[in-house]
């Protein structure tokens, strides 16, 4: 139904046209759900702008066929192509909170699309679009669809989105990255959701996404991307189970699976990625070495508890407070990896803030080693363990300071820490840092912006083992990396915490990822601990409900795909 | 060199951008003939000694009774209109130029902090800010005006004309700066670097100055052309009100203040020329300063 | 809802106590009011008297407390320079400096408007092009040379319209309107396009700015990718979506226009409260130059109450808050 022959899509810029995708072939039939996946960079989203007409400006379409049925796609005007939009083929994007106009009611915003391609009369529109809301699983339809966007919580403001989507009944809907900025839970149901849909209406789906267990649960047939160009194609059962290109195979090795602990990840290899070292590595592991005198520290937190003051909505009442963290208590033994597990909003992030001291909990007290922690503003700037106490964020364009050089940000920790005192020994061993991190030692002069996410987070990695932490915390350290980037960053984690007895706090919402590194794991959900074990009994035989949900709902790789072949 | 100007994105569309040229060169014309007046000019309008009356109210050269000496003519006392204007940018620029460096000094400065510390400190700096935007620009300065009128002697007034009249434009541009720095600072307060230097017990001065300032001069710059801009009217609208520089040591309001008179009888150089002036310095600076919004900002192109 | 009108409400007292705060230290701390009224011939005990009779010698916070509650009543006090009460100087200012704001707004919101919204939809055309460059010249050019421009060539070139004055005013209980005649409309004409042409530039920009960053939002993309029909994206989707933070600038840039009335009406000799504050400074009557400023912020306080009204009214996030 829909096919694409050697589409090339091009920005021109002033160092000339940039070829952003090129060579791209696909056929996608009716009712078909199919994948396409790919690292960033690949050009997945720039393939759906173009079938639909919407790439951003300067991009143009510089050659290759689209047809849709009997259309053809590229020869249409302006007028008719917007004709097509929503009625043959619709969007969905992947923020549901910006993708409503949040003046307008649920209510308008449906009935406008539905008046804007079929010759209805008002209360027939509504009828069908009440009907619509209930199909997609909207309790109470026909009241909530005069609702505002912002009353709705994400996931049902995803369904929402979907209802705006087929409330026209398109034959294509392609969707970017629809579940990447959902919970687990939720994003099953929207993927429920868009199977059921393509099944019971015929609808086709080219599902847009990085995360590659997506795919594997309701996808027919995948395209594998890479850096414009396809890769791979088939049935899903045979591009993921038995890949016959290299690049694909080694993007699967690189998938943290669930269902059991790997030592290391076989990443694939990468243009640029320095395979031998540079040999000045051996400065920085005898500093590193030299500074770990006594023994590894363990992390205890008992009771901690952290409540925010809400928003004021009323002069007469109080505002109820809102609880981040509630009797949070957990051990984390020195020399080992603890994974903390939990979905966005359950408060990993603030149990973070709260041992590095930028939140002061409201009560609970931490300790690490042997030293006690006091909470938020009274801990002096010169406390121990600040210095001791190092992170990785999570963002890594945003976790450097993008005006300052790297050498710079590498020496501000030597520097303020007094460990070092001549400028020239701090340059010399962040060189020997970035070596050991597996980085370009002259990337000393450079600006954060010149490198790629995965060396920003190494470079990440370096500075915070610059200060010789005994403790350090990685809060979703890969969450924004490409998959075979982050098969590389865990790879480094892993080395750098045996060979230099670091204790780790791992924070992620990824459970492959923390079964892969922690030994022992905590699932926190809504500020409370809801189970804590050794990684391999919690992930073998969870106890708590949350996590056997967790566990079940994840999409996963299956291991046997001879089963869903037949 | 090509490759040089491409690498830099701002000078890539500054030497793509014709506009910008030219305004970036006019300005820099007016700003050098300002610097060396006392070089270029002919006579000095301050010095009562170097014109004569005798001179006065000569047209420019291209029409008749005109003297070659005076290119653009003269004023009614005789003053060499050319020297006037270069006097006259000397004096707009020196007390713009001045002000905005009081307003973004203590602008960025507070805004910076209301950032960084929010709570009730932020809280106090914002109802500041509400009063000063309550009373607009040209109220403030006038009444700045009014109360040193009032309070200072009057042998001691005419010497503090400049100074007066710089605090007062100071104080009703420093909002804007102040307002935009600080709703910089809070985007860069939930970025991960500041978290990160904070975590490491950095103190708070070198967080704000050596972290956050240089990645929010992006926008500052643009507001710091825009309220060049509005410093020079300012204080040429002033001038012109009578209550700004006087016309024995007059800015371009002056002039044009003094020009009015003339405005019927004919002699309308004494205008128009250094109307002219004032618009064409202050339109350079307005097209460098979308240039810079441009630059800053690539979404708007 | 209600509290957030409630604070700021309590934000609007706040302001106007402070400029009130300035107000009275001007009267107290610039010039001696006893001098001012008295001149010199009287004695230095009947200074003292009338100090003491005024209650000049009162505590700082007395005096305040007075003051505001004079305030409140509408008792201003009398003019240094013609000993009559302010208030009534400044009410028969008032419709003069109203009406030229009020016609100069409504000039700079009809035409700036619709100017940004095109400029920001069709950025690339020649006509966008011309107008933004007009704009950058119309912000660069000080008020008071437009004025003069106007006056030169309509006024005196031309002879169409006058150059002065109010032209015919018509009586309407307290107000005194030029709106009813036509000679009123020609006289306020000028005046009101100079006031005007500087809002107008400003909110072109900032419409054609707020539109266009409206316009790469996702919600229009996704309007987009629905087939709503284009008009229907750029009015009902975009301008209603930009109009929103509009809205609060242009009460901001109210105070402007009241601000930019003293130029105007000194070009024009227009007989409103802008003339008679600068009148105020140049003879340094402090009761006059006070009390303007105290009528100036609480025009401006009132506008923005009224827009953060109108704010609440539109954005449904303000006004609905439950999350189901």
Known sequence: MLTIKDLAVKFPSRFG????????????????????????????????????????????????????????????????????????????????????????????????TIQAHSDVRYSAAHKRAVDLLEEIGIKDAAKRIKAYPHQFSGGMRQRVVIALAICTDPELIIADEPTTALDVAVQSQVLDLIRRLAKDRKIAFMLITHDIGVIAQIADRVTVMRQGRVVETGETAQVIGAPTQPYTRALMDAVPPLDRRIDRFRVPAEEGHLAASAGISNAAEKWLLEGQQQAPMGLSLKDICVRFAGPRTSIFRKPDPYIALQDVS??????????????????????????????????????????????????????????????????????????????????????????????????KLAAAMLDLVGMAPDAIDKYPHQFSGGQRQRIAVARALLARPRFLICDEPTSALDVSIQAEILNLLKDLQAKFGLTILFISHNLAVVRQMADDTAVLRNGQIEEINASEKLFSSPEAAYTQKLLALTPVMPTDWTALRA | MIAFVKRYEGLWLFVHSPAAIVAALVALMIFLGAVLAPWLALVNPYDLASFSLFDGLLPPVWQDGANPKFLLGTDDQGRDMISSI??????????????????????????????????????????????????????????????????????????????????????????????????????????????????????????????????????????????????????????????????????????????????????????????????????????????????????LR | MVYFILKRLVQSVFVMLAVAFLAFSLFRFV??????????????????????????????????????????????????????????????????????????????????????????????????????????????????????????????????????????????????????????????????????????????????????????????????????????????????????????????????????????????????????????????????????????????????????????????????????
């Not at chain 1, 590229?74 to 106009?101: C, K, W």
């Not at chain 2, 007059?250 to 109307?275: K, V």
């Not at chain 3, 003019?79 to 009020?102: D, F, H, K, N, W």
């Open chain 2, 86 to 299: 270069l006097y006259g940018a000397r004096l707009s620029l020196v007390i713009g130029l001045a002000a905005l460096t009081i307003a973004a000094v203590l602008g960025v400065g507070l805004g910076l902090a209301a950032g960084y510390y929010g709570g009730r400190f932020d809280a106090i700096v914002m109802r500041i800010a509400d009063v000063q935007l309550a009373l607009p620009a040209i109220l403030t300065a006038l009444l700045i005006d009014g109360i040193a009128r009032g309070i200072l002697p009057a042998a001691v007034q005419q010497d503090l004309r400049v100074a007066v009249l710089t605090l007062a434009i100071a104080l009703s541009l420093w909002v804007n700066f102040a307002r935009t720095a600080r709703a910089s600072t809070f985007v860069q307060m939930n970025k991960e670097y500041v978290q990160a230097a904070i975590m490491m017990g950095q103190h708070p001065l070198r967080v704000m100055f050596v972290h956050i300032l240089p990645n929010i001069l992006g926008p500052l710059l643009v507001i710091m052309t825009v309220d060049l801009a509005s410093a020079i009217l300012l204080e040429a609208t002033l001038s012109f009100l009578g209550i700004g520089l006087p016309a024995d040591s007059p800015s371009l309001g002056t002039l044009i203040r003094i020009g009015m008179q003339f405005l019927l009888s004919g002699e309308w150089w004494i205008l128009w020329i250094p109307t002219l002036f004032l618009v064409a310095l202050v339109v350079s600076i307005n097209i460098l300063g979308d240039f810079l919004r441009d630059v800053f900002n690539p979404r």
């Open chain 1, 17 to 112: 046209d940039f070829s952003a995708i090129s060579d791209v072939d696909m056929t996608i039939a009716p009712g078909e759900i199919h994948g396409l996946v790919g690292e960033s960079g690949a050009g997945k989203s720039t393939v759906g702008a173009a079938v639909i007409g919407l790439l951003s400006a300067p991009g143009y379409i510089a050659n290759g066929t689209l047809t849709l049925g009997d259309t053809d796609l590229r020869t249409l005007t302006e007028v008719q192509a917007h004709a097509i939009r929503g009625d043959r083929i619709s969007m969905i994007f992947q923020d549901p909170q910006t993708s409503l106009n949040p003046l307008m009611t649920i209510e308008d915003q449906l009935i406008e």
């Open chain 1, 330 to 427: 957990l051990e984390v033994k020195p020399g080992s990896i603890m994974g903390l597990v939990g979905e966005s909003g359950s408060g990993k992030s603030t149990l973070a803030k709260a041992i590095t001291g930028l939140i002061k909990p409201s009560s609970g007290t931490m300790t690490l080693g042997d030293l006690e922690l006091p909470g938020g503003k009274f801990r002096s700037r010169h406390h121990p363990s600040r210095q001791l106490i190092q992170m990785v964020f999570q963002d890594p364009y945003s976790s450097l300071n993008s005006r300052h050089r790297v050498g710079a940000i590498l020496a501000e920790p030597l520097w303020f820490y007094g460990t070092v005192q001549d400028a020239q020994e701090r340059t």
């Open chain 3, 31 to 324: 010039g001696d009011p006893i001098t001012q009224m008295t001149g010199v011939e009287t004695s230095i005990e009947d200074q003292e008297r009338l100090r003491e009779d005024l209650g000049l010698n009162d505590p700082f916070i007395l005096q305040f407390g007075r003051f505001t509650g004079d305030l409140l009543s509408g008792d201003f006090g009398y003019s240094y320079r013609t000993r009559q009460p302010v208030a009534e100087m400044i009410a028969v200012r008032i419709p003069a400096t109203l009406e030229l704001g009020v016609v100069a707004l409504i000039i700079s919101l009809v035409v700036g408007v619709p100017a940004g919204v095109y400029t920001a939809l069709r950025p690339r055309g020649i006509a966008a092009q011309t107008i933004l460059m007009t704009t950058l010249v119309g912000v660069s050019i000080p008020t008071f040379v437009i004025g003069i421009m106007l006056i030169f060539i309509f006024g005196v070139q031309l002879g169409w319209l006058p150059t002065f004055g109010r032209g015919g005013t018509v009586q309407i209980g307290s107000w005194e309107s030029s709106l009813f005649t036509i000679e009123g409309w020609r006289a306020l004409l000028l005046p009101a396009i100079t006031l005007g042409v500087y809002q107008l530039t400003l909110t072109m920009r900032l419409v054609r700015a707020e539109m266009m960053e409206v316009m790469r939002s996702d919600y229009i993309r996704f309007a987009m990718a629905r087939g709503v029909p284009m008009r229907k994206l750029h009015y009902k989707h975009a301008l209603a979506n930009t109009m929103v933070p509009v809205i609060t600038i242009i009460g901001l840039q109210f105070g402007g226009v009241i601000a930019f009335s003293i130029v105007t009406e000194s070009v024009f000799q227009w007989p409103g409260m802008g003339l008679l504050f600068l009148e105020s400074i140049r003879f340094v009557d402090i009761p006059v130059m006070g009390v303007y400023l105290v009528v100036i912020a609480f025009f401006f306080v009132l506008v923005n109450l009224i827009v953060d009204l109108l704010y609440v009214a539109i954005d449904p996030r303000l006004r609905i808050r439950d999350v189901q």
